[in-house]
């Protein structure tokens, strides 16, 4: 991390508060289990070290990347809890769908860590083998594409407007 980004979270600390608080409050009116979160959030995240630490070791490693890829797993979540408030509204009881949508997910993120772990020890890399992590990744592929013209967008407007 550069200077430049430290500022940058220096600067924007209060809205990152607000931000997370805002997001905690969703999540406690969401009826989404603060333990289903807890374990798709934690294969998310070893998924994601994985795959960085396999991208380093093939050589892949970009950064621009990396950061497309955690947003994409962010807005994963986010549709996760997206549904679970709009079953909730509608008052369709959604524990067992949900609990397996997250089981699911959570599965095709150890699947692909442990992919990524055979790409660090070997330095070859595995494709996908099953329907449900070919779905998964076809939808992760789409958010990390609105990721992409969303960075884009942010970008081009603001190297317009003098930055953020």
Not at 61 to 83: H, R
Not at 102 to 122: A, C, E, K, P, Q
Not at 149 to 155: E, G, I
């Amino acid at each position: 991390m550069n200077e430049q980004n430290i500022i940058w979270l220096k600067n924007n600390a209060p809205l990152i508060y607000v931000f997370f608080s805002w997001i905690s409050l969703i999540l406690s009116n969401s009826g989404v289990q603060p333990t289903l979160l807890l374990v798709l959030g934690f294969s998310f995240m070893a998924d994601y070290v994985l795959g960085v630490l396999a991208a380093i070791k093939t050589r892949e490693f970009d950064s621009q990347k990396g950061l497309i890829g955690f947003l994409a797993k962010l807005m994963g979540l986010v549709l996760i809890i997206c549904i679970s408030i709009l079953l909730k509204f509608a008052g369709i009881s959604s524990s067992i769908s949900l609990t397996s949508f997250f089981v699911v997910m959570s599965i095709n993120d150890v699947m692909s860590g442990l992919r990524h772990w055979y790409t660090i020890r070997t330095g070859k890399r595995m494709k996908e083998y099953d329907a449900i992590s070919e779905l998964i990744i076809q939808l992760h592929d789409r958010l990390r594409g609105i990721v992409k013209r969303v960075m884009r967008f942010l970008n081009k407007n603001g190297s317009n407007n003098g930055g953020c």
